[in-house]
């Protein structure tokens, strides 16, 4: 693994400067705004985009929205009230307000609310639904993360942009039903290793049938790209510098064969795909709902079944996103450990229920060791909001005292309200790093992104450069008094 090295040279003024305004959140804003940081490796597509780029598409699109639901129509339902967006309705600006608070969590008021916060979150995805099938919306909210990117001197996008489509068969055909009953049996009898003697079987199948699926879903992520690299933007911003790679996913919320089917197209689709566009492969979704809980282990079978099949796609999975309380206090124990011994991922998304899994020690060990690292994606306003966890509750540190390596991230910055700059500045605010500590997190995010060699060497020295001019440029900004009396 090509790594970026810690730059022990920052300027001593620097150091000291960041020191003097840990504790103050506009300078730490100011600063964080105008370093460079790397990449964001820990971002869904349709939750990044702001809710006025959501509306804004809308009205364009001349679409229907129930106003007591927030959900979106492509064309106007019989059975919902409705009334058509256009940028020249009647109350734009209150209906334009009320449809951002709905779609993001802008004004959330819990006692409003019947089900808990992540309920909230989560279900905004299904509101946006009727916008975010269509290949073309998907690249106008490209065009916005490209943008803010570089606006926010990020020099790298890993993006869950897109899970790939199969047949409601899943390529099984007459055979679906009697491979779907088998693994859920196994599942029921806890008898995982004939469920993944079964899953190797289903791969032979899949690589018989599945051929056009994975050009189509290739064809896709490069069309994705294509257009939103083809779109203006009202703040003339040239994002041909940014360097954008895609992962794919699965939801865990669907029926498990339908799950492994959407991997194994992601894998083998990074595996063939020539022009290292699409990088990795990862599963989504809450983790505590009813079929993510049921079928977790199988999950974890299933990537252990495609990386013996794919050894060298790497995979970033949300694992442990739990924490007391979002279920059974039995089932924080295992969802990590699972994700790193069973499945072998390469980074793990959260890892919130750290302090709560029964093999903590061996999962420190195996994630900070020096031969293969696992990171950790680290999402500090994500696991406030959907898991009520900050501050001294979230295992941030626990992480870095291990050795771990972390990497900040945004997760849904659209939904959330946040950016990149707000995420280091929570992390220093929250937990005292120093600007070496931050610098490292900047560059464990290059170090550990999923890129070729080749691209991720370039880019090592690209994002060294830049932090060398910021580190100068705050260096001539802070320089220190000269106290010694000389007037040469």
Same mark, same amino acid.
């Given at each position: 693994?090509?790594?970026?090295?810690?730059?022990?040279?920052?300027?001593?003024?620097?150091?000291?400067?960041?020191?003097?305004?840990?504790?103050?959140?506009? /300078?730490?804003?100011?600063?964080?705004?105008?370093?460079?940081?790397? +990449?964001?490796?820990?971002?869904?597509?349709?939750?990044?985009?702001?809710?006025?780029?959501?509306?804004?598409?809308?009205?364009?699109?001349?679409?229907?929205?129930?106003?007591?639901?927030?959900?979106?129509?492509?064309?106007?339902?019989?059975?919902?009230?409705?009334?058509?967006?256009?940028?020249?309705?009647?109350?734009?600006?209150?209906?334009?307000?009320?449809?951002?608070?709905?779609?993001?969590?802008?004004?959330?008021?819990?006692?409003?609310?019947?089900?808990?916060?992540?309920?909230?979150?989560?279900?905004?995805?299904?509101?946006?639904?009727?916008?975010?099938?269509?290949?073309?919306?998907?690249?106008?909210?490209?065009?916005?993360?490209?943008?803010?990117?570089?606006?926010?001197?990020?020099?790298?996008?890993?993006?869950?942009?897109?899970?790939?489509?199969?047949?409601?068969?899943?390529?099984?055909?007459?055979?679906?039903?009697?491979?779907?009953?088998?693994?859920?049996?196994?599942?029921?009898?806890?008898?995982?290793?004939? /469920?993944?003697?079964?899953?190797?079987?289903?791969?032979?199948?899949?690589?018989?049938?599945?051929?056009?699926?994975?050009?189509?879903?290739?064809?896709?992520?490069?069309?994705?790209?294509?257009?939103?690299?083809?779109?203006?933007?009202?703040?003339?911003?040239?994002?041909?510098?940014?360097?954008?790679?895609?992962?794919?996913?699965?939801?865990?919320?669907?029926?498990?064969?339908?799950?492994?089917?959407?991997?194994?197209?992601?894998?083998?689709?990074?595996?063939?795909?020539?022009?290292?566009?699409?990088?990795?492969?990862?599963?989504?979704?809450?983790?505590?709902?009813?079929?993510?809980?049921?079928?977790?282990?199988?999950?974890?079978?299933?990537?252990?079944?495609?990386?013996?099949?794919? %050894?060298?796609? %790497?995979?970033?999975?949300?694992?442990?996103?739990?924490?007391?309380?979002?279920?059974?206090?039995?089932?924080?124990?295992?969802?990590?450990?699972?994700?790193?011994?069973?499945?072998?991922?390469?980074?793990?998304?959260?890892?919130?229920?750290?302090?709560?899994?029964?093999?903590?020690?061996?999962?420190?060990?195996?994630?900070?060791?020096?031969?293969? %690292?696992?990171?950790?994606?680290?999402?500090?306003?994500?696991?406030?909001?959907?898991? +009520?966890?900050?501050?001294?509750?979230?295992?941030?540190?626990?992480?870095?005292?291990?050795?771990?390596?972390?990497?900040?991230?945004?997760?849904? %910055?659209?939904?959330?309200?946040?950016?990149?700059?707000?995420?280091?500045?929570?992390?220093?605010?929250?937990?005292?790093?120093?600007?070496?500590?931050?610098?490292?997190?900047?560059?464990?995010?290059?170090?550990?992104?999923?890129?070729?060699?080749?691209?991720?060497?370039?880019?090592?020295?690209?994002?060294?450069?830049?932090?060398?001019?910021?580190?100068?440029?705050?260096?001539?900004?802070?320089?220190?008094?000269?106290?010694?009396?000389?007037?040469?």
């Amino acid at each position: 693994m090509t790594k970026i090295e810690n730059g022990s040279d920052t300027p001593t003024n620097v150091q000291k400067y960041f020191e003097s305004i840990k504790g103050n959140h506009a /300078a730490l804003r100011q600063f964080f705004s105008a370093m460079p940081k790397g +990449g964001d490796v820990h971002n869904h597509l349709t939750g990044s985009a702001y809710a006025e780029t959501y509306f804004e598409l809308a009205a364009k699109k001349k679409m229907y929205v129930s106003l007591e639901t927030g959900k979106l129509y492509e064309k106007k339902p019989m059975e919902v009230e409705t009334i058509q967006l256009s940028k020249d309705m009647d109350d734009l600006h209150n209906h334009r307000m009320a449809l951002i608070d709905k779609w993001s969590i802008r004004n959330f008021q819990p006692y409003k609310y019947p089900l808990g916060p992540d309920e909230y979150f989560f279900g905004t995805f299904g509101l946006l639904s009727a916008l975010t099938r269509d290949a073309e919306n998907l690249a106008y909210l490209m065009r916005e993360l490209k943008v803010r990117a570089v606006k926010e001197n990020v020099q790298y996008l890993e993006v869950m942009a897109t899970s790939p489509s199969v047949p409601t068969d899943c390529f099984l055909g007459g055979e679906y039903a009697t491979y779907d009953e088998q693994l859920k049996e196994y599942v029921k009898n806890g008898t995982y290793d004939d /469920a993944r003697k079964l899953l190797e079987e289903i791969i032979g199948e899949f690589d018989a049938k599945a051929t056009k699926a994975v050009s189509d879903y290739v064809k896709f992520v490069h069309d994705l790209d294509e257009r939103s690299n083809t779109l203006k933007n009202h703040l003339g911003v040239d994002t041909k510098n940014l360097v954008c790679r895609y992962q794919g996913y699965s939801s865990r919320g669907g029926e498990p064969l339908k799950v492994f089917a959407q991997l194994y197209v992601v894998h083998k689709a990074c595996a063939e795909e020539s022009n290292n566009l699409l990088v990795g492969c990862n599963i989504v979704a809450a983790e505590n709902g009813e079929k993510s809980m049921l079928y977790y282990r199988l999950h974890m079978e299933m990537f252990a079944a495609l990386a013996t099949k794919f %050894p060298k796609v %790497p995979t970033s999975l949300h694992a442990g996103e739990l924490t007391l309380g979002l279920g059974r206090p039995e089932h924080l124990t295992y969802h990590i450990g699972q994700a790193v011994n069973t499945a072998k991922a390469h980074r793990i998304g959260h890892g919130v229920d750290l302090p709560f899994e029964s093999d903590y020690n061996t999962i420190l060990g195996l994630m900070s060791s020096k031969k293969s %690292p696992i990171p950790v994606e680290i999402n500090l306003t994500s696991n406030e909001f959907i898991l +009520g966890v900050k501050d001294s509750e979230h295992p941030i540190k626990l992480y870095h005292k291990a050795g771990v390596p972390i990497i900040i991230s945004t997760d849904d %910055p659209g939904i959330l309200r946040t950016s990149l700059t707000e995420q280091y500045a929570l992390a220093t605010l929250r937990y005292g790093f120093s600007y070496e500590e931050i610098k490292l997190f900047v560059q464990n995010s290059i170090t550990y992104a999923f890129l070729a060699d080749a691209d991720k060497a370039e880019l090592i020295k690209q994002v060294n450069d830049l932090l060398a001019e910021f580190e100068r440029k705050i260096s001539i900004r802070h320089l220190e008094p000269d106290v010694s009396g000389s007037e040469n």
